[in-house]
């Protein structure tokens, strides 16, 4: 093989290489993703008054209308996302968060064995439907100086069916408000 044919062979892979690095720089340049100011994640947390009490527009609708159309097997599943710090079953062990079970009509901060912060151990008095309705709403808002780092569900009607489902754990469930049993009530399961 003469030197003219090694030149060609060796021009040849140059100009590859020199192509390909051409189409890398520039896609680089188009299809470049764009860095974040600040490095990590952006959590969707909603925002809060200043007043810390929920949004006005969560409070047009009262807990009473939205349990009438509140399902029991949806507030199971909506729960779920409860599961990473409570038990729902009884006689269940305090994780994060303590144990549910029973949890409507409960006296607060009363579960045996779970270290409740200092601002819930003051607020005092029972789990009402109403006050589990603000609690889930916005934690902090309700309870200001708590423990509990959950955002809140913002939706009526998923908190509706949560608290449907809490109300079930228990061997006495509380009566659900009256407009709710007149709306039908939940479905017991």
């Not at 003051?122 to 709403?137: P, R, S, V, Y």
């Amino acid at each position: 093989m003469d030197s003219f044919e090694v030149n060609k062979i060796l021009g040849a892979v140059l100009g590859t290489c020199l192509c390909l690095l051409a189409i890398n720089i520039a896609a680089g340049a188009i299809f470049a993703p764009e860095k974040p100011a600040k490095p990590g994640y952006e959590l969707g947390v909603p925002e809060q008054p200043p007043s810390g009490k929920p949004a006005e527009q969560e409070k047009q609708q009262p807990i009473e209308q939205l349990l009438a159309n509140a399902d029991m097997k949806r507030g199971e599943n909506s729960a779920k996302k409860c599961q990473a710090c409570h038990t729902f079953n009884k006689g269940g062990r305090n994780l994060v968060g303590p144990n549910l079970w029973g949890v409507v009509g409960r006296q607060r901060a009363s579960e045996p064995g779970f270290n409740y912060s200092g601002a819930m151990k003051a607020k005092g008095g029972n789990w009402t439907i109403e006050d589990l309705n603000q609690f889930i709403t916005n934690p902090r808002g309700f309870i200001p100086g708590t423990n509990m780092t959950f955002a809140g569900i913002p939706r009526g009607s998923d908190r509706a069916d949560v608290i449907t489902y809490l109300n079930s754990l228990s061997d006495n469930p509380a009566p659900l408000p009256k407009a709710a049993e007149a709306g039908g009530g939940a479905k017991p399961q």
